[in-house]
T-cell receptor
């Protein structure tokens, strides 16, 4: 079965500091991994995804993530936080069934940016 | 292209009633998925439709159902509402149904059950 664990339900960083949001996954098949962001009263917006083409994936808004198979991790980073990055972030893994869409999400990490 | 749209954005119902939520996918997308988001359970997969056929279903009771029309628009229905059904219901569409395909999410419908 697929599962995702996000370490830290709340992360707080200062503006300009490094952002690191942790995600570990479990998958019975080669995984496809996604990071989404959710701003208040909005749906989910894709930040980036891993589909086995490259282990370091660059996304929108300066975010990137590195797929590490040996650690079953897909942590999200951004070198310098902006106030506009304050939101909730979700890591997700695709379901096992090819030809049927399904995402399994982690519990989310709420990111707070301190001025 | 217009994004995924969901109507209505907000709903208030009472226990025992039923509700129907609507989702219009991005033009050309054939797969529509539904998710429930609650503070306690997080984001949980409800079901997925492709070309009017349900191809995947999550662990929800039979009170939760859905359908997809020939134009790919989808509806989900919840009958005999319970207080615990209060949630944000998100719809997502993708062009195809490969595991690597990106799902694009709508803004959600916030359902409150009193």
């Amino acid at each position: 079965a697929q599962s995702v664990t996000q370490l830290g339900s709340h992360v707080s960083v200062s503006e300009g500091a490094l952002v690191l949001l942790r995600c570990n996954y479990s998958s019975s098949v080669p995984p496809y991994l996604f990071w989404y962001v959710q701003y208040p009263n909005q749906g989910l917006q894709l930040l980036l995804k891993y589909t086995s083409a490259a282990t370091l994936v660059k996304g929108i808004n300066g975010f990137e993530a590195e797929f590490k198979k040996s650690e079953t991790s897909f942590h999200l980073t951004k070198p310098s936080a902006h106030m506009s990055d304050a939101a909730e972030y979700f890591c997700a893994v695709s379901g096992v069934q090819e030809g049927a869409q399904k995402l399994v999400f982690g519990q989310g990490t709420r990111l707070t940016i301190n001025p | 292209k217009a994004g995924v749209t969901q109507t209505p954005r907000y709903l208030i119902k009472t226990r025992g009633q039923q509700v129907t939520l609507s989702c219009s996918p991005i033009s050309g997308h054939r797969s529509v998925s539904w998710y429930q988001q609650t503070p306690g359970q997080g984001l949980q997969f409800l079901f997925e439709y492709f070309s009017e056929t349900q191809r995947n279903k999550g662990n929800f009771p039979g009170r939760f159902s859905g359908r997809q029309f020939s134009n790919s628009r989808s509806e989900m229905n919840v009958s005999t509402l319970e207080l615990g059904d209060s949630a944000l219901y998100l719809c997502a569409s993708s062009s195809d149904a490969k595991r690597a395909d990106t799902q694009y999410f709508g803004p959600g419908t916030r359902l409150t059950v009193l």
